[in-house]
């Protein structure tokens, strides 16, 4: 996006009352979902972990895509999904910031 199509802080705003994300919208949310992950961590073993918020994720976006987006080809949408999340994995992989902690 460039700056002259960049949204200002009043169209941010009202984009974020209509319940729409921006980029710092969107990585803050995800960013509490980490938050919450690493907090559990404390205590629930990694792999275990993974799985619960793997199966949560699944959980949601069968929920949206049911009530929400009302799909009718539930395979269209899983392959969508499941794209969406390789690409994902596929960019965090590859994320040299992504290190275990010393």
């Given at each position: 996006?460039?700056?002259?199509?960049?949204?200002?802080?009043?169209?941010?705003?009202?984009?974020?009352?209509?319940?729409?994300?921006?980029?710092?919208?969107?990585?803050?949310?995800?960013?509490?979902?980490?938050?919450?992950?690493?907090?559990?961590?404390?205590?629930?073993?990694?792999?275990?972990l993974?799985?619960?918020?793997l199966?949560?994720?699944?959980?949601?976006?069968?929920?949206?895509?049911?009530?929400?987006?009302?799909?009718?080809?539930?395979?269209?949408?899983?392959?969508?999904?499941?794209g969406?999340?390789?690409?994902?994995?596929?960019?965090?992989?590859?994320?040299?910031?992504?290190?275990?902690?010393?």
């Amino acid at each position: 996006m460039s700056e002259d199509n960049k949204p200002n802080r009043k169209q941010r705003r009202a984009a974020r009352a209509e319940g729409t994300l921006d980029t710092s919208g969107f990585l803050r949310i995800a960013d509490s979902f980490i938050d919450l992950a690493n907090r559990h961590n404390r205590t629930v073993n990694a792999t275990q972990l993974h799985m619960a918020m793997l199966f949560a994720a699944a959980r949601y976006s069968a929920y949206v895509g049911k009530t929400v987006l009302d799909v009718e080809d539930h395979e269209d949408y899983v392959k969508r999904m499941t794209g969406e999340f390789q690409d994902f994995l596929r960019q965090h992989l590859a994320d040299e910031s992504l290190a275990r902690p010393e």
